[in-house]
């Protein structure tokens, strides 16, 4: 996963592994999180909370167990009081405006 220009990129295949690993509310938990990463894939453990916290149905007791599932579940890596995403930065963009039209 990458972003370019602001642009989120996930290829399908790692999408689809989020998917099954994680189910659809913590996919979009870590989503949320990668938007805000930093470049270097890694956003600090209170934006990650206050970003979360601030979803409708959430508070920070909830944002702190879906980051603590993250963690548990290998997609988010504690290194300090900074969260590292797994796979940011990992994969490059393709240029899709070479192909030819689908």
């Known amino acids: 996963m990458n972003k370019d220009e602001g642009h989120l990129w996930i290829e399908r295949e790692v999408l689809q592994e989020m998917a ?7 996919v979009g938990c870590l989503l949320h999180l990668i938007a805000d990463a930093e470049d270097n894939g890694e956003i600090a453990y209170e ?3 206050t970003l979360l916290a601030a979803a409708p149905d959430m508070n920070e007791r909830t944002a702190q167990k879906d980051v603590s599932r993250l963690v548990r579940a290998g997609w988010l890596v504690e ?3 900074q969260l590292a995403i797994k796979g940011y930065g990992s994969i490059f963009i393709q240029d899709r ?5 689908a």
Do not use: E, M, S, V
């Open 20 to 26: 099954g690993d994680l189910g659809a509310h913590l």
């Open 47 to 49: 934006t990650a909370i």
């Open 97 to 101: 405006r070479q192909a030819p039209p």
């Open 79 to 81: 290194k300090g009081r």
